[in-house]
C-alpha cells in the first residue's frame, strides 16, 4: 500500500481549510495550524518544525484577516532560510501576484486545481516529496559510507570536501539552527565531525519516523 504521508496546510480561513481536508483526504493527513493575534513566524516554523509534516502547503493571501502579520511568501522565505529545499506549495487564487512574490514559480498553484486537475495537483504534491526524501536518504547512506571509510582507513583530500559539502547539506535539511562550527571540518576536526554526523543520522531517522 502507497505511503500516506502528513502534509501541513496554512490559512486563515475555516471554509478553505476544511474544503482543502476534503479534496487530500484521501491522499494525505493533513495538519493544520491555528493563526490568531500571537501568531508570529518563530512561532508558526516551530509548530510545523514539531507537527513532522513532510511537505507544507501555504495560502498566499494571509493578510487579509488583521491579526494575521505575514503573507504566504515570507512563511516561504522563513521555511527556506531554515530548512533547505523542503518541499513547499503555495496555494492562491491571486496567482499573478503570488508568481511576483516568490522566487521559485514552480511551487505557486491556483486554487482552481482543487476542481478538474485534483489528481495532477495531489501527484505533484507526492512527487515533491519523494523527491526530497530520495535526495535525503542517497546523501545520508554516502556520508555514512565516507564515515565508516574515514574510522577505518582515512580518506582523500576529495573525499573529506564531499563529506563536508553532504554534511553541510543534511543539516541545512535538518535545520540550520544545528549548524556544526566550520572550524571542525578543517584537517584535524574530523573526529568530532565524525561524532556529529552519528547524531545527524539518529536525529534524520527519528524525523522519517514520525513521518512514517
Known sequence: ????????????????????????????????????ENTTLESLFREVLESGVSALVIDYDLKDKEFVRFNGEEIVDKINEELHNFPLIIFTAYEDEALDAVEDPNIVYEKEGMGDEKQTLLKRIRIKIDSYRKN?????EELLKLTEKSDREGLSAWEEDRMIELDNFLEKSVSKRDKIPSAWKRPGGLEKLNELVRKTDELLREIKKENA
Open 136 to 140: 535525503l536518504d542517497e546523501s545520508e
Open 1 to 36: 500500500m502507497r505511503e500516506k504521508f502528513r502534509i501541513g496546510y496554512i490559512d486563515d480561513d475555516p471554509a478553505e481549510i476544511r474544503r482543502f481536508k476534503r479534496f487530500a483526504r484521501n491522499d494525505f493527513d493533513v495538519v493544520t495550524y491555528e493563526l490568531n
